[in-house]
Nanobody, 117 residues
Framework: QVQLVESGGGLVPPGGSLRLSCLAS????????MDWYRQAPGKQRELVAT???????NYADSVKGRFTISRDNAKNTVYLQLNSLKPEDTAVYYC???????????WGQGTQVTVSS
């Protein structure tokens, strides 16, 4: 069983920054892709950013140039750096892990990001 625990959410003004963290246990990074999704009230969950087992990254158009996904394998942690935040970035952000061989996947519990003045 894989456990994903997100942290780092909070309330920030427009233009502010946050760094979200996702701690994975046990160690899973060798053959796992990691994603960040978000879900705003009344909207479907959407993919925000992906980092593959080979460290390739991909972003939703709405966050390109503002968000950065990265991973620290030694710490079993994936990060999402959120810069130049906008009110429309307000959502619950979820960490997601998928095994590229078995396609087994896991979700974290989510962390709230609120962008408001």
């Amino acid at each position: 069983q894989v456990q994903l625990v997100e942290s780092g959410g909070g309330l920030v003004p427009p233009g502010g920054s946050l760094r979200l963290s996702c701690l994975a246990s046990p160690r899973i990074f060798n053959i796992w892709h990691m994603d960040w999704y978000r879900q705003a009230p009344g909207k479907q969950r959407e993919l925000v950013a992906t980092i593959t087992s080979g460290d390739a990254t991909n972003y939703a158009d709405s966050v390109k140039g503002r968000f950065t996904i990265s991973r620290d394998n030694a710490k079993n942690t994936v990060y999402l750096q959120l810069n130049s935040l906008k009110p429309e970035d307000t959502a619950v952000y979820y960490c997601h892990a998928i095994n590229v061989v078995s396609r087994t996947d896991y979700w974290g519990q989510g962390t709230q990001v609120t962008v408001s003045s």
